[in-house]
């Protein structure tokens, strides 16, 4: 098994059905239990050791550069790379060809994954897609398999055939390029590949993959992020305030009297709660 080192992350994209909250940033920079999506994936590339990172980046890229710089507190190396059409996602990898070589992760920067998600694909061979299981498979690329070999991959919204689908996560190697050529869309390249005789492999995640498409599907998952929660109280609790489950609060944060605060809950710093405030489960309150 070859050791990787590089990763393409692809957070080029709006998220025009996450609108309005995409109006004022890129969809990978969506605050889930205080973080956005695009740290989930970053900090799941650490801890498998792939610190050499080029993150493609487009709408709002200001935001993305500001946020993670060059990576050093996130203990990775991050390369930007622009695209400046949104036209897909075999068109935003592409704009990567000349900051990788040889082998490498390529990963959608807008999902919710931590680091045991990914790391079949770390065991895997060039040209591997990373599949899971969804009831709604048609919202996805559905794949269909024999023995992890891939037979067919079908875009949204057709008939199922399968409930496995594409996390858009995949394994490359540098000829994933000369296979794009000018196509946009992924699936479509990998569906050239299929009809050309090139082999493409499937491996199931084995940790959690959550995609945020609509709005609401923030709030599950943010619940489930939550499920995670270690609690702390690193700010002030006055007289009557009750705390029941996992809390984390935040530094200089002021939970006032009589409150009452039920977990899974995290509060970020600087907040003033109350008197007599009621914050219910699955909740997140971001700084200040």
């Given at each position: 098994m070859t050791k990787l080192k590089q990763a393409v992350i692809l957070a080029a994209g709006e998220g025009q059905r996450?609108?309005?909250?995409?109006?004022s940033r890129p969809k990978v920079m969506i605050k889930v239990a205080n973080r956005p999506l695009l740290q989930y994936?970053?900090?799941?590339?650490?801890?498998?050791?792939?610190?050499?990172?080029?993150?493609?980046?487009?709408?709002?890229?200001e935001q993305i550069q500001d946020f993670f710089g060059a990576g050093e507190k996130f203990g990775v190396d991050i390369n930007y790379i622009v695209q400046r059409q949104q036209l897909g996602t075999a068109h935003a990898l592409k704009q990567a060809q000349w900051l990788v070589k040889g082998q490498f992760l390529a990963l959608a920067g807008d999902s919710l994954i931590e680091p045991q998600t990914i790391a079949p694909l770390m065991k895997s061979a060039a040209n591997?897609?990373?599949?899971?299981?969804?009831e709604n498979a048609s919202k996805y690329g559905v794949i269909v398999c024999e023995d992890s070999r891939v037979k067919t991959i079908t875009n949204g919204y057709a008939r199922e055939e399968s409930q496995w689908v594409s996390t858009g996560n995949y394994f490359f190697d540098d000829n994933i390029f000369n296979y794009i050529g000018q196509e946009v869309d992924q699936n479509e390249v990998f569906r050239s590949m299929l009809s050309e005789g090139i082999k493409l492999s499937a491996v199931k995640s084995e940790g959690q993959w959550l995609d945020i498409a609509y709005p609401w599907d923030i709030l599950k998952v943010?619940?489930?992020?939550?499920?995670?929660?270690?609690?702390?109280?690193?700010?002030?609790?006055?007289?009557g305030v009750y705390i029941k489950g996992p809390v984390s609060i935040g530094k200089g944060t002021v939970i006032m009297a009589n409150s009452y605060l039920s977990g899974p809950l995290l509060i970020g710093s600087n907040c003033r709660i109350g008197p007599n405030a009621c914050i219910f489960p699955s909740s997140s309150l971001g700084d200040n």
């Open positions: 996450l609108r309005p909250f995409t109006s994936v970053v900090e799941a590339l650490a801890k498998n050791g792939i610190r050499k990172l080029v993150i493609v980046v487009g709408y709002k890229k591997t897609i990373l599949i899971t299981q969804k943010n619940d489930t992020a939550l499920q995670a929660l270690k609690p702390e109280v690193a700010g002030i609790l006055e007289p």
